[in-house]
């Protein structure tokens, strides 16, 4: 097998590192300060390449979604004071982790002159030029990472399908009659998600993005002018949600916020990755758009619909008003043009992984074929599981605690490891936290919702 190496340039001489030989990060370091000081941006395709405005408009769709509409049901199980400050903590911790991945990615990506890394591979490289006891799980670290992305992606896409389905379902049975089953509108939203899963190009999703930032725009308007047009009711809600509710709390708020997989290939397709990050960037912009608005929507929400706040609020609008009817089908839209966008990452890493077993000449036929079939299980899937909330907190507790905030801590760890940590190892502490508050949220909330599951399940056949 050959060695991994790293080529590196000075004027007009070249040379090749043999990873293999360098005993320690350290040593990396000096090497590359010896050298012209590598600039990743620098090496970044300027002519393909996304604008600051484009990696935004991505970064804002990845964590608007379908989940910022479950924020009341959220506020339902934590309560209206709790619900409020541990939404904008959690907002601040899931800002964080992204900054700390994207910088980490960075750093190396100086460390190893190479102008980007995906998550998988910050994660295998931090491991694999970290502290030597942890160097042979970097193989591990990229599979677990590249592993849990797919099934966090998948999944997601499955929670679109349903969403949208119901959305349409609902407008559409009611306004003209109709009485199709849901099982129905799941195979037409398979159809739409059948060519919208077809783009391979992340700069070609830009528009539908776009689009979609608007109609959610629009959607949120009209949903405000529902709940202020209806009475908030604050007497009756409780501050603080019962105990055993509050681990869906948590795990319905990080569904909703995580974007963490379309992170690292919106920053790598930046010409200027460098305004990512810092103040205002694109995350620190993004975040506090996104933050300001699950507060408002999950707070205003619980208050109008109290305990008969369903999985998505727009389900909760009056049927039959072109006002609301309107905001339903703009959302339903909205998040199928987002599907391309979910749908993109789970296929890229899918697609490095078995590419090469496939003559070249197939290659599109195949990726064709691939993605049709992944979509056609997802809406099998759909139908047979055609439960939202189910979705969202399954989801939440299992894949997003880790991949949002757990991964992107140990990653920092390793790569700080053993004397970069800052004043008193304060930046090791926070990492504990974190990590800590990662697997609280998985093992509590996923208990919850298998919990949850088995009820929904036992009152079915009780019926």
């Known amino acids: 097998m050959t060695e991994p190496t790293v080529s590196t340039t000075k004027g007009d001489s070249n040379s090749v590192l043999n990873l293999v030989d360098l005993n320690s990060r350290t040593n990396l370091v000096k090497i590359a300060e010896a050298e012209d000081e590598y600039n990743p941006a620098d090496h970044r395709d300027q002519v393909k390449g996304q ?74 490289k931090a491991f694999e030029n970290g502290p030597k006891p942890l160097r042979s799980w970097s193989n591990f670290a990229r599979i677990f990472v590249d592993g849990s992305l797919m099934a966090t992606y998948y999944a997601a896409a499955c929670v679109y399908m349903v969403f949208i389905a119901t959305s349409f379902h609902d407008v559409i049975n009611y306004d003209t009659g109709l009485e199709w089953k849901l099982s129905a509108y799941i195979g037409f939203t398979v159809i739409g998600c059948l060519f919208i899963g077809q783009i391979r190009n992340l700069k070609w999703l830009v528009p539908f993005s776009a689009m979609a930032n608007v109609f959610i725009l629009i959607t949120f308007g009209i949903v405000l002018y529902y709940l202020f047009s209806g009475t908030l009711v604050f007497s ?17 708020v990080i569904f ?139 989801v939440g507790a299992i894949f997003f605690s ?24 304060w930046k090791l502490l926070k990492n504990i936290l974190l990590c800590a508050f990662a697997i609280f949220a998985l093992v509590a909330g996923s208990s919850a919702s298998i919990e949850e599951i088995i009820t929904k399940i036992i009152e079915k056949k009780d019926s």
């Open 51 to 124: 604008s600051s405005g484009g990696a935004m408009a991505h970064f804002l769709k990845s964590s608007l979604g379908s989940g910022i509409l479950a924020m009341p049901m959220a506020f339902k199980c934590g309560g209206l004071l709790f619900g409020m400050i541990a939404t904008l903590v959690v907002g601040f911790l899931c800002a964080h982790c992204v900054h700390i991945l994207v910088k980490t990615s960075q750093s190396i990506c100086k460390d190893l002159r190479v102008p980007s890394l995906g998550f998988a591979e910050t994660a295998e």
């Open 236 to 252: 009756d809600k409780p501050l603080i949600g019962e105990i055993k509710q509050i681990p869906l709390f948590f795990s319905t």
């Open 256 to 394: 909703a916020m995580e974007g963490i997989g379309s992170v690292m290939p919106v920053e790598n397709a930046m010409k200027k990755p460098q305004q990512f990050l810092g103040c205002p960037g694109v995350l620190n912009i993004s975040m506090s758009i996104v933050v300001v608005l699950y507060a408002a929507i999950g707070f205003l929400g619980y208050a109008r619909y109290g305990d008969v706040v369903k999985g998505s609020i727009t389900l909760n609008l009056q049927y039959g008003e072109v006002l609301a009817d309107t905001a339903k089908l703009l959302m339903a839209v909205a998040i199928l043009f987002t599907y391309g966008l979910q749908f993109y990452v789970p296929n890229e890493i899918l697609w490095k992984k078995i590419s090469h077993k496939f003559n070249e000449n197939n290659h599109n036929i195949v990726q064709i074929i691939l993605r049709t079939v992944i979509i056609l299980i997802s809406g099998g899937i759909c139908v047979a599981i055609p439960n939202l909330e189910i979705f969202i907190n399954l």
């Open 402 to 425: 880790l991949l949002g905030l757990f991964v992107p801590s140990v990653c920092e760890t390793v790569y700080l490891w053993p004397d970069r940590f800052g004043w008193c190892k």
